[in-house]
Structure formats: C-alpha cells, structure tokens
C-alpha cells in the first residue's frame, strides 16, 4: 500500500476511533439536572463533535505519524509522496471543521440555555407553589410547558398548579361573595348620562330595543339619578323578551348586547378591550359571523400597537440569548447627532423570522447638557417586540385576553400617566441578532457572520475584540493541520521500524504511545495560539488582527518544517558518519 492509501486509511481510523471515545464521554458527562432529555441526544452529538473538531491537529499527527512509522521505502520517496495526501486530507477536514462548528456550537449552547430556562422556570413554579401563590406559579408553569411539555416533570408540576388554581378560585369566590352587598361604582365617561338616556329613548321610539337597552343600561351606569334610564331598560328588555319568546330570547338578547358592546370598544379605539370581549363571544358561540368578523378586525388592530405574549413564549423556548445590550445610533433627520444618549438592555432576547422580542427589557433616553446628565425617558416593560422599525411595549395573553402587560415608567408613581406603547427604535431584529449573537454565543456565527457582525457592533457601543479572537481561533486550524500532518510525516519517517520479523506489521502501534505526550504538547499550543491571538487583536485591533495571525502561523508553520527537516538531515549525518568510521 503506497504512503498516500495508508495515511488515509489511517486518518480515517483515528478520526472515527476518536469520534467514538469523545461520544462515550458525552454519554459519561450527561445529567438531567444539566440538560433536559429531550434535548440529551442533541447535546452529546454536539459535545462530541465539537471536542473532536477541537483535537483535531494532534489526531491529525498521530495518524500521518502512525501511517508512514511502518512504511518502506526510501525516506525522501516516503515524505514527497506523502505530502500530497496531507496537505489536502487536511484542507478537506479544516474546511469541514469551519463550516460545521457554527452550528454545532450553536447547538450545544441552545440546548444548554433552554435546559437553564427549563429548569429555571420549574424551580420558580414551586417555589410560587410552596409560597401559595397560584398565578406566579401558572406563569412560570407556562415557561416550563412551552419548552418540553413531554418531560415527566411538567406532568406532576401540572397536577399542584391545577389544585392551587381551584383554591385560589374558591377563596376569590367567597371574598366576592362578601363584598356583594357593597356599592358598585360608576362608570366614568366623557358622555352625560343624558346624552345615552336620549339615544336609548330614540332607538325604543324606532322599535330597535337591542340597542335602545344597552344605551338605557350604559345611561343608568354613568349616571345613577337619571331613575327613568332603568326603567326604559327595563322596558326594552321586555320588549325583546316577548318578541323572542321568553328565556330562551332573553339569552340571545344578552349575548347581542354583549357583541354591541364589545363592537363599540372596537370602535372607539380600545382593541384590546374589544378582542378580549370578542374572544368571550366566541368561545359561546364560533358561528356566529359578527363575531367571526370583529375578532379578527380587533386582532389585525390590536397587533399594529401591540403582540400576543404566547409569540414570545415560542421564541424564547426554542433560543434565547442572554444579557442583550445596545447603545442605538442617533434617530435624528439626516442621522445627525443630537446629543441624546439611547440604550437598550434586557435580560435575554430571542428572535424569529422578521421579529426580535425582548425579556425584562428597559429602554433609556437621556440627554447632556452643562455637565449634566438629564434622563428623559426610562420604560421598564416584561416584554417587548422588535419589528419594522417599533419596539411594542404592550402584550397580550391570547388564550386569557384580560391579561395584559404594559410598560411602566421608572421612577414614576402609580396614578403617573404610563408610557406609549411602542417606541420608535433605530434598530432592526437582524441587527439586533447580530448584537445578541456577538455578546453571548460568538462561537455560534459563521466566519462571515462573525466578520460582518465586528464591523456592526461597535456602532452600538459594543466591543469588538471577543468576534475577532474567535475569528482567529477558527482561522488557526487550518495552520494547525497543515503543521500536523507535516510534522507528523517526518516524525514518522525519522522513527519507523526497520526491523525484519512478524512484528514490522504491528509496529506502528508502538506510535499511539505518543497520544499522551502529543495530547498534552496540543493542549500546551492552543493556549499559547490564544495568548497570541489576544495580544494580536491588543497590537492590531480590526481587521488588521486577521493579516497579523496569517502572517505569524505562516511563520510558525514554516520553521515547524524546517526544523523537523533540519532534526531528520542531522539524523542523516550521523549515519553516515558511522558508516565511514566502519
């Protein structure tokens, strides 16, 4: 078998020898308290690659030294032979390793973050259990539900938050039950009691009593003097009582005036009002086209001004990125500077095709003036949405309407007016990902994502140094291989068995004796490769850091060779000094 068959089939033995003892560890190192199970294969798959891929130049030279250490032939033969071979056995594995790695990191760290976010959660539903506070824990349930619902832990931790929901409903129903008695209060409105007491009477005149009770009943609540309002409401009832058939009409009157009602707060601009009383409706009855129709009106106008939280849920479950942060450009016209400083941080952001949303997220304007610093606007929401140049700040539970989260000022006290519900944001969510992406999990961008993200991040007050290390490190493993398999060549040619006998065979497994030390001499390079690496992007920030470490590694990779021949022709020498002294 020539030198150039035996370092493939060598290089691909150690490689899946290796790739099969990194998969055992993986398996080894695996705890549910780390990762949940569903995500488990996932990770190992991910765990191993990626320490194959890291381990790469050493097996590498373990296997070119192993191929050519029981070859025969002539040494020079051997090595020109060889070299073919080695140099694109290793671009092929170097170019496979970059193109891979991205997303096996990208991999690893979903599964990581979104067993955190899992784990999290659950423990925050029991303590909210423990605690006897049911809605924190349904919360925090839905978090756990989201991201694996299969797991047998979320079975159990669904069977208490459903008992504590039904104690803390019993509890309500009997404070309710004691308060009955007390004065409701009236209903503030713009509209005099008089105005809806003059509209009902005109709808009873026109024999339209559906409309005619809802605007006596809506005159009586603004204004509880007005004792004809009730009376008219009354008779309006009536009236449609008889001419629907009793209880039966009675019902479908009801649930007429509810859809009016709900009709107007749609009309009057409250859409989420309007979608939560849509949402009751349809749930009595689905079929009903009025319904159908305004519910998906109230929907489209309730998404331009806000989003439904349970699009965040999915986001968040399936990745999140920790610890966003952003200093945004100046919004001025013409992008002048304006002298306003704008951030945005949150705790974790997670992202969708053409949407970006936010998790415990503030927002902060402030201005500089004489020395000062005055803060403008400072907007605290739970969550947030980035889409088509607005931040929504307001979302909506869509299975439970009447839960609604809205931004909060800082600092301002609870009768304080609330801030707007959307901002408008100098940032778009594909930026956004690359600023989220860069602060987190660099490993998890391509080489061309990572390059174009260092040239976006610094303009949001990010730095740029951890994406050019992690340039760096990517671009030394071709070097890495390509010194490997040259150094593992020679090694393996100045070393091989000359001997005769049964054992020439077997002798190049007395070469695996060289895993150790070749194991530790890696480890020792990788951490001098990224001492350099630092002090290069230090020395040479920018791009300018690239061009530094090619022309560095060539270098290394360079007197790597020439050493190596150096070492092999003073071998030469010697030999044949003895063969002249004898």
């Given at each position: 078998?020539?030198?150039?068959?035996?370092?493939?089939?060598?290089?691909?033995?150690?490689?899946?020898?290796?790739?099969l003892?990194?998969?055992?560890?993986?398996?080894?190192?695996?705890?549910?308290?780390?990762?949940?199970?569903?995500?488990?294969?996932?990770?190992?798959?991910?765990?191993?690659?990626?320490?194959?891929?890291?381990?790469?130049?050493?097996?590498?030279?373990?296997?070119?030294?192993?191929?050519?250490?029981?070859?025969?032939g002539?040494?020079?033969?051997?090595l020109?032979?060889?070299i073919?071979?080695?140099?694109?056995?290793?671009?092929?594995?170097?170019?496979?390793?970059?193109?891979a790695a991205?997303?096996?990191?990208?991999?690893?760290?979903?599964?990581?973050?979104?067993?955190?976010?899992f784990?999290?959660?659950?423990?925050?539903?029991?303590i909210?259990?423990?605690?006897?506070?049911?809605?924190?824990?349904?919360?925090?349930?839905?978090?756990?539900?989201?991201?694996?619902?299969?797991?047998?832990?979320?079975?159990?931790?669904?069977?208490?938050v459903?008992?504590?929901?039904?104690?803390?409903?019993?509890?309500?129903?009997?404070?309710?039950?004691?308060?009955?008695?007390k004065?409701?209060?009236?209903?503030?409105?713009?509209?005099?009691?008089?105005?809806f007491y003059?509209?009902?009477?005109?709808?009873?005149e026109?024999?339209?009593?559906?409309?005619?009770?809802?605007?006596?009943?809506?005159?009586?609540?603004?204004?509880?003097?007005?004792?004809?309002?009730?009376?008219?409401?009354?008779?309006?009832?009536?009236?449609?009582?008889?001419?629907?058939?009793?209880?039966?009409?009675?019902?479908?009157n009801?649930?007429?005036?509810?859809?009016?009602?709900?009709?107007?707060?749609?009309?009057?601009?409250?859409?989420i009002?309007?979608?939560?009383?849509?949402?009751?409706?349809?749930?009595?009855?689905?079929?009903?086209?009025?319904?159908?129709?305004?519910?998906?009106?109230?929907?489209?106008?309730?998404?331009?001004?806000?989003?439904?939280?349970?699009?965040?849920?999915?986001?968040?479950?399936?990745?999140?990125?920790?610890?966003?942060?952003?200093?945004?450009?100046?919004?001025?016209?013409?992008?002048?500077?304006?002298?306003?400083?704008?951030?945005?941080?949150?705790?974790?952001?997670?992202?969708?095709?053409?949407?970006?949303?936010?998790?415990?997220?503030?927002?902060?304007?402030?201005?500089?003036?004489?020395?000062?610093?005055?803060?403008?606007?400072?907007?605290?929401?739970?969550?947030?949405?980035?889409?088509?140049?607005?931040?929504?700040?307001v979302?909506?539970?869509?299975?439970?309407?009447?839960?609604?989260?809205?931004?909060?000022a800082?600092?301002?006290?609870?009768?304080?007016?609330?801030?707007?519900?959307?901002?408008?944001?100098?940032?778009?969510?594909?930026?956004?990902?690359?600023?989220?992406?860069?602060?987190?999990?660099?490993?998890?961008?391509s080489?061309?994502?990572?390059?174009?993200?260092?040239?976006?991040?610094?303009?949001?007050?990010?730095?740029?140094?951890?994406?050019?290390?992690?340039?760096?490190?990517?671009?030394?493993l071709?070097?890495?291989?390509?010194t490997?398999s040259?150094?593992?060549?020679?090694?393996?040619?100045?070393?091989?068995?000359?001997?005769d006998?049964?054992?020439?065979?077997?002798?190049?497994?007395?070469?695996?004796?060289?895993?150790?030390?070749?194991?530790?001499?890696?480890?020792?390079?990788?951490?001098?490769?990224?001492?350099?690496?630092?002090?290069?992007?230090?020395?040479?920030?920018?791009?300018?850091s690239?061009?530094?470490?090619?022309?560095?590694?060539?270098?290394?990779?360079?007197a790597?060779?020439?050493?190596?021949a150096?070492?092999r022709?003073?071998?030469?020498?010697?030999?044949?000094?003895?063969?002249?002294?004898?």
């Open positions: 078998m020539n030198s150039g068959k035996r370092i493939l089939v060598a290089v691909l033995s150690i490689d899946l020898l290796a790739f003892g990194f998969f055992v560890l993986a398996l080894a190192s695996y705890a549910p308290n780390r990762v949940i199970p569903s995500l488990a294969l996932r990770w190992e798959i991910a765990e191993a690659l990626l320490s194959f891929f890291r381990w790469l130049p050493a097996l590498q030279f373990l296997a070119v030294a192993a191929a050519l250490g029981s070859a025969q002539e040494s020079g033969e051997l020109v032979s060889a073919l071979p080695g140099v694109l056995l290793a671009i092929l594995i170097s170019s496979a390793g970059l193109i991205p997303g096996l990191a990208e991999s690893r760290s979903a599964a990581l973050a979104t067993s955190d976010r784990n999290e959660a659950l423990e925050s539903s029991r909210a259990l423990d605690g006897g506070l049911a809605a924190e824990a349904r919360a925090a349930f839905n978090r756990v539900e989201a991201i694996d619902a299969t797991d047998p832990r979320v079975d159990e931790l669904r069977e208490r459903i008992g504590a929901e039904l104690r803390a409903g019993r509890e309500a129903a009997s404070a309710g039950a004691r308060d009955e008695e004065p409701a209060a009236a209903v503030p409105s713009a509209t005099s009691g008089r105005e003059l509209k009902a009477l005109a709808y009873f026109k024999k339209d009593f559906f409309s005619a009770h809802y605007y006596a009943a809506l005159a009586a609540r603004v204004d509880p003097s007005l004792a004809e309002a009730p009376r008219l409401a009354a008779r309006a009832w009536e009236a449609l009582s008889t001419a629907s058939g009793g209880g039966a009409g009675a019902r479908k009801d649930f007429f005036m509810r859809k009016l009602e709900a009709y107007s707060l749609l009309r009057a601009g409250d859409f009002g309007a979608f939560r009383e849509f949402t009751s409706l349809a749930r009595e009855n689905s079929l009903d086209r009025d319904v159908r129709r305004y519910l998906e009106e109230s929907r489209v106008e309730l998404e331009k001004a806000a989003f439904f939280k349970d699009e965040a849920d999915r986001a968040l479950a399936a990745r999140a990125y920790r610890g966003f942060f952003a200093v945004l450009p100046s919004a001025a016209a013409g992008g002048a500077p304006d002298g306003i400083l704008r951030i945005l941080a949150a705790k974790e952001a997670a992202f969708t095709s053409g949407a970006a949303y936010f998790f415990e997220v503030e927002y902060l304007e402030a201005a500089a003036s004489a020395g000062k610093t005055e803060k403008l606007t400072h907007v605290y929401s739970a969550y947030a949405k980035l889409t088509e140049g607005r931040l929504l700040l979302s909506v539970e869509r299975d439970k309407p009447a839960s609604v989260y809205r931004p909060k800082a600092g301002a006290a609870p009768k304080d007016k609330g801030p707007s519900a959307w901002l408008t944001l100098a940032l778009d969510p594909e930026t956004a990902f690359r600023l989220a992406a860069a602060r987190d999990a660099p490993a998890t961008l080489a061309l994502g990572a390059y174009e993200s260092a040239r976006v991040v610094e303009a949001f007050g990010l730095d740029q140094t951890p994406l050019y290390r992690e340039l760096l490190r990517r671009l030394g071709p070097f890495a291989l390509l490997a040259t150094l593992g060549a020679l090694i393996g040619v100045r070393f091989r068995f000359r001997g006998g049964s054992l020439k065979a077997f002798s190049w497994l007395g070469l695996l004796l060289l895993a150790a030390p070749t194991a530790a001499l890696a480890f020792l390079i990788e951490g001098i490769d990224g001492a350099i690496s630092a002090y290069l992007v230090t020395l040479f920030p920018g791009p300018a690239l061009g530094a470490s090619l022309g560095v590694r060539t270098a290394f990779l360079l790597s060779v020439l050493l190596a150096g070492l022709g003073d071998r030469a020498g010697r030999a044949h000094g003895d063969d002249d002294e004898r």
